[in-house]
């Protein structure tokens, strides 16, 4: 069973930063790995991704704020976040996928307030 440990959260105020990481129990090469969040009520949503090859997407919503990168070698992905607002308050989720094979992290509390 693969598991997927997220940290690095906290309360941060508007304008700030935060780094979140992801390390997993086994090799991420050659998989894909994302970051998603959700508030209560709403769908979990894409944040950032990164695939095996290295490529990048972002939402709109985040770009030119957050950096999404993998270090292989440490089974880990992180979430650099800068210039946060009080919209990127959510419960932040790693998960690693391939094909339709997808795993999950349990999830960290980003709150954004002053």
């Known amino acids: 069973q693969v598991q997927l440990v997220e940290s690095g959260g906290g309360l941060v105020q508007p304008g700030g930063s935060l780094r979140l990481s992801c390390v997993a129990s086994g090799s991420i090469r050659i998989y894909n790995m994302g970051w998603y969040r959700q508030t209560p009520g709403k769908s979990r949503e894409l944040v950032a991704s990164?695939?095996?090859?290295?490529?990048?997407d972002y939402a709109d919503s985040v770009k030119g704020r957050f950096t999404i990168s993998r270090d292989n070698a440490k089974n880990t992905v992180y979430l650099q976040m800068n210039n946060l607002k009080p919209e990127d308050t959510a419960v932040y989720y790693c998960k690693r996928w391939i094909g339709a094979i997808a795993y999950w992290g349990q999830g960290t509390q980003v709150t954004v307030s002053s």
């Open positions: 990164i695939i095996s090859g290295g490529s990048t």
